[in-house]
């Protein structure tokens, strides 16, 4: 089982940056890749970014290209979220998770595909 923890959301002014952290932890740390979610008030959860363990193929939702980074480093088991040119509407809270068995899908409406294991999240409040 997987646990994973994020970290670093917070209020920031619009056109500003935050970089986000996932930690991820367990007994067994066999999983092929790591999303980054958000849920709106009142909103579903979306999909924002995937990326592959192994080579480090990255995905972006389109609402978020050129303006977010996703990046890993394994030998501390975290992904990173590298957020610029913040606006309002990215205000959320961000999740990260992990998938055991499934690399990331190519479509951000599929982000989740295959995501088991999540952490509870952090606020990102981006305002003036």
């Known amino acids: 089982q997987l646990q994973l923890v994020e970290s670093g959301g917070g209020l920031v002014q619009p056109g500003g940056s935050l970089r986000l952290s996932c930690a991820v932890s367990?007994?067994?740390?066999?999983?092929?890749?790591t999303g980054w979610f958000r849920q709106a008030p009142g909103k579903e959860r979306e999909g924002v970014s995937c990326?592959?363990?192994?080579?480090?193929?990255?995905f972006y939702a389109d609402s978020v290209k050129g303006r977010f980074t996703i990046s890993r480093d394994n030998a501390k088991n975290t992904v990173y979220l590298q957020m610029n040119s913040l606006k309002p509407e990215d205000t959320a809270v961000y999740s990260c998770?992990?998938?055991?068995?499934?690399?990331?899908?190519?479509?951000?409406?599929?982000?989740?595909?295959?995501?088991?294991?999540w952490g509870k999240g952090t606020l990102v409040t981006i305002s003036s």
């Open positions: 998770a992990a998938s055991p068995m499934h690399y990331c899908s190519h479509y951000e409406k599929d982000f989740d595909y295959g995501m088991e294991n």
């Open positions: 367990g007994s067994t740390l066999d999983y092929h890749a």
């Open positions: 990326i592959n363990r192994s080579d480090g193929s990255t």
